[in-house]
């Protein structure tokens, strides 16, 4: 009888987990294995097992520190100004006000751009020659000379964090919007009735009752963030000279331009393990706090 | 009610049949732009018109990632009949054992007499054997402006490295955005970085880029660091700094708005520009040479290619025919921008003996001065060569390398893959 139970269960379970092993756990476990072998364009017909040499080849390159601090970098601070922007937008669209449909419409808009797409605008966007924005800016006289927002080592990074923000931004709005909307209306009330202002409403009530919503937000986009190499492929391919690779965009160029999948796979297992840890650790953390996930 | 859905179901049936008849051939190119496409669109669909019942599929992925997408639908067999196979991926796409061997049918194609000398031995550079019929011959060339020349004083190109730096050099002035040199830094600038740097030598192997003719690693002679100064000066003194992040797309524009009027490019390049710039403003010229007297031009060729695992092999076969056939041949070139592979095309066509075609028959008739030399396309480290050699360049036009430190990594990179 049990057993029966037992069966019953796991048939009803079948379809789900057929979708995601297959589309998910097996490329997972493949990518896996071919990290630990020589899988490339011109191997194909003697591929064997070759241990660690893929990852001591990704730690030995002189570039992969650089790299390593570029991802920190791009993620920190696209997600801090993506989290915060999109909370200043979600507090502006809060009231209902006439158009709020059409405005929340427009505003989501770049999130339903492909980000391949977005990078390859945005590269024509800020070319230091005869980009658009250069050529504004020179008109309202704010600049002399142009910028060469991505072909300055210094200033690349800064500037294909500054389309990320601006990608990223609906994302936040979109998810803060909904959990404000959540808020009863009775505990704003009751405040205006002790006398709390903005501020103290703010950090009081409004901050800690959509906190779970801004912890689960900012973990998927720390994720996300750190799995996108598409606005960078598209606007400066992780150049120049490395100043905007960071470690998704160096797998893409490994497995493309050297057409080298196995170390490009190695590179995929380093990402997906500091993911891991990074996930454990943060769900650890939170799910410590006073409120559920 | 039965009779009806019985005659509704037979309708589908039948109609299911005839989309079902319909043969459809899926065909990838790698130089996409968005007159080549037209272009190709153009010949496809003449191709359907004699054919009814095929439809050709063309697939048309940005150039930068071309190679690397083929690469991956091949290797995975997803469905293509047509490959556009050039001659950096001749090599690796041959290997990976993904390319019909054409011989069989070049055998029975009457129109092979009629290819140009050498179009076919190229084809046959790996193992022997043709994986693809050219279309289209490609080497590049000096494309000057005349217009911005002429307004600073120089009637004509220049004929030498050095005396292009100088021209370019005085043509710049940042504060009127007026530049010289046309700067590739993205994209695979091999060959514009070697143009340059080969050009201090006078004796190249005519079948390695790398190597001299007493088989030494060019990245460890002295003519190296020469040539790869004088090409860090010309971005430096003559070129926007935004050039380092410049590809193909950028270097047009740049040359058809004018202000980098210098710009080695080729003949697909006359096709964008014969929409965009009067004729009169622009000429192309034989490459300038270096100290050496010589320049290293490269061979390049692309054309079709059938994958071996293909349904429809003969039918592929016949697009290929058509596709080369003369009065075909002869649109594509004129306006896509290229040198026809039909000895037939030149005698009919008299734009192809126009002055635009003057810098590359200078370039063909004086072997003494242009030799063509073959890249190592076949060495498996060729595509990581094409990334570190972009990375690596970049960091020395930035500052972060020097020139003795990166030719010193470049002839490691190369002795490692087995070069020498």
């Known amino acids: ?293 | 009610m039965k009779l009806r859905f019985l005659v509704l179901s037979l309708l589908i049936f039948l109609f299911s049949f005839l989309i079902a008849e319909e043969i459809t051939l899926n065909m990838i190119q790698v130089f996409t732009s968005p007159l080549r496409t037209k272009v190709l669109e153009k010949i496809i669909s003449d191709f359907e018109k004699m054919h009814p019942g095929v439809k050709i599929n063309l697939i048309s992925p940005p150039y930068e990632t071309a190679y690397q997408k083929i690469y991956l639908m091949v290797s995975t067999n997803q469905p293509l009949d047509i490959v556009e196979v050039g001659d950096w991926s001749l090599s690796s796409l041959a290997s990976m054992g993904k390319l019909e061997n054409l011989e069989p049918y070049i055998a029975k194609w009457e129109d092979k007499k009629y290819l140009l000398p050498g179009v076919l031995d190229s084809a046959r550079i790996y193992k022997g054997t043709a994986y693809l019929i050219p279309n289209a011959v490609y080497v590049k060339a000096l494309f000057y402006r005349k217009d911005i020349l002429e307004k600073y004083g120089y009637k004509e190109p220049p004929k030498t490295v050095e005396e292009m730096y100088e021209m370019a050099k005085n043509i710049t002035d940042p504060s009127k955005n007026q530049y010289g040199f046309d700067f590739r830094g993205k994209g695979f600038p091999t060959a514009f970085i070697d143009l340059i740097m080969t050009s201090y030598f006078d004796d190249i192997d005519p079948s390695n880029m790398y190597l001299t003719k007493d088989g030494k690693l060019i990245f460890e002679d002295p003519r190296a660091k020469k040539g790869l100064e004088m090409y860090v000066k010309l971005y430096r003194d003559t070129a926007p700094r935004d050039s380092i992040n410049w590809g193909f797309d950028e270097q047009v524009n740049a040359f058809a708005s004018g202000i980098t009027p210098l710009l080695y490019q080729d003949p697909d390049t006359l096709g964008l520009l014969k929409d965009t710039l009067p004729k009169e403003k622009f000429g192309i010229a034989p490459l300038p040479v270096g100290p050496s007297g010589k320049a290293y031009p490269t061979f390049g060729f692309a054309g079709w290619g059938i994958t071996s695992y293909s349904k429809h092999k003969d039918l592929a076969w016949e697009f290929i025919k058509y596709f080369n056939s003369p009065e075909v041949n002869a649109y594509w070139c004129k306006e896509y921008g290229a040198l026809p592979v039909d000895k037939r095309v030149y005698d009919m066509d008299p734009y192809f003996n126009s002055e635009f075609f003057y810098g590359w028959k200078y370039m063909f008739n004086h072997p003494e001065i242009y030799q063509f030399t073959a890249y190592p396309l076949a060495n498996e480290k060729w595509g990581e060569w094409n990334n570190l050699h972009e990375k690596t360049m970049q960091k020395v036009l930035l500052g972060k390398m020097s020139i003795d430190e990166v030719l010193k990594k470049w002839a490691d990179f190369w002795k490692k893959a087995g070069l020498k």
């Open chain 1, 1 to 293: 009888m049990r057993l029966k139970r037992f069966l019953f269960i796991f048939s009803l379970m079948i379809p789900t987990l057929g979708l995601v092993g297959i589309l998910s756990f097996y490329p997972t476990l493949k990518g896996i294995i071919l990290s630990f072998q020589n899988y490339t364009v011109f191997t194909f017909n003697r591929i064997e097992f070759i241990g660690f040499d893929n990852y001591i080849e990704v730690f030995e390159d002189p570039v992969f520190p650089e790299i390593v601090k570029n991802t920190i970098f791009w993620i920190l601070f696209s997600v801090l100004f993506q989290f915060l922007l999109g909370f200043s937008l979600a507090l502006l669209m809060w009231k209902p006000f006439r158009g709020r449909g059409i405005y929340s419409g427009l505003v989501f808009y770049p999130w339903a751009l492909s980000g391949f797409a977005i990078g390859l605008v945005w590269s024509w966007l800020l070319n230091g020659q005869f980009g658009v924005v250069n050529d504004l800016l020179m008109k309202l006289h704010i600049i002399r000379n142009n910028i060469n927002f991505l072909s300055d080592p210094k200033k690349a990074l800064f500037s294909v964090i500054l389309v990320n923000v601006w990608y990223g931004i609906p994302f936040f709005a979109i998810m803060i919007l909904a959990a404000l909307q959540s808020i009863p209306r009775s505990l704003l009330e009751s405040a205006d009735i002790d006398g709390a202002n903005s501020i103290a409403k703010l950090f009081k009530i409004v901050i800690p009752y959509i906190k779970p919503t801004i912890v689960n937000t900012i973990l998927l986009r720390i994720i996300w963030v750190m799995n996108f190499p598409d606005i960078i492929y598209g606007m400066t391919r992780g150049g120049p000279a490395d100043s905007t690779n960071i470690l998704s965009v160096y797998m893409i160029n490994i497995a493309y331009y050297e057409s080298n999948f196995s170390k490009s796979s190695a590179v995929g297992v380093i990402i997906l393990s500091i993911l891991f840890i990074y996930t454990t650790f943060y769900l650890k953390i939170t799910s410590k706090g006073e409120f559920e996930i």
